[in-house]
């Protein structure tokens, strides 16, 4: 599936639920899906700056040239947030990501209801996945990792 399919079905998931705190509900339930971050990536460098609450993030890339992504957060909205990116974003190309149109975000009506802090936060998170793959599209060696 790639980003425009994933983004799809994320909107299709959403269409399911007539008010925003079952929308709410399942943003919390993505989160229990995320990819966990392991303990020792859980540094000030991978930590997403502009965000309220703690969000860590780490990428690396495969032997198959694909982008993996990883995350935690105190906070369980937040971590759904930035599990649902992931979900788009995970196993894709450097390339890929940097050039990612993320429009489900506006489709789903998330922008909206979400905080103005919440909002840039989230904005963060798309900043610094996009950054993980500007850093690793020029890496030549497979199987690197940031």
């Known amino acids: 599936m790639n ?8 909107i299709e998931e959403f269409a399911l639920f007539d008010d925003w705190t079952d929308r709410y509900e399942h943003i919390i ?7 966990v971050i392991e303990p020792t990536f859980k540094t000030d460098d991978n930590l997403i700056k502009g965000c309220q609450s703690r969000v ?6 495969g032997a198959d040239g694909a982008v993996h992504f990883s995350a935690d957060s105190d906070a369980i909205i937040t971590k759904g947030l930035v599990a649902m990116v992931i979900r788009v974003l995970d196993n894709e190309t450097p390339e890929d990501i940097i050039g990612a149109d993320l429009f489900f975000i506006d489709r789903i009506g998330l922008r909206e209801h979400l905080s103005p802090t919440r909002s840039n936060g989230l904005l963060s998170m798309i900043k610094k996945m996009k950054m993980y793959g500007l850093a690793l599209a020029g890496r030549s060696g497979i199987g690197q990792s940031d």
Not at 3 to 10: T, Y
């Open 3 to 10: 980003i425009r399919q994933k983004q799809e079905e994320i």
């Open 29 to 35: 339930s993505l989160g229990k899906d995320c990819p």
């Open 56 to 61: 860590w993030l780490h990428a690396q890339i």
